[in-house]
């Protein structure tokens, strides 16, 4: 766990300076870009943590086998796909329009 923080810590930062650069764009691509991130780092901490050893988990064998690019990318569109779910009008509230 204290190395799992340490990672998170380490994105944290690295987010925050990244936001804050002139010129580093819109919301939905910071996201983008912090998924991006996030899943890269989540793949090395492994690749670091397994030091070489095969992957017994076959739940983190199957996510190392993917590129962080397309698994950011997925997590961006569950993403959306829960917004726009949320923001549908629920059954049975009246509108008060």
């Not at 930062?13 to 998924?35: D, E, I, K």
Request: aromatic share 8%; glycine share 8%.
């Amino acid at each position: 766990m204290e190395h799992a923080r340490a990672v998170e810590e380490d994105i944290g930062l690295w987010f925050s300076r990244f936001a804050l650069r002139p010129g580093s764009g819109r919301a939905g691509v910071l996201r983008t870009q912090l998924f991006s991130a996030t899943c890269e780092a989540g793949r090395r901490y492994w690749q670091w943590r397994l030091g070489g050893a095969p992957v017994v988990d076959h739940q983190i064998r199957r996510v190392l086998a993917r590129e962080p690019e397309e698994m950011a990318k997925e997590l961006e569109e569950k993403l959306r796909q829960r917004e726009k779910w949320e923001k549908r009008p629920k059954p049975g509230k009246e509108n008060d329009s």
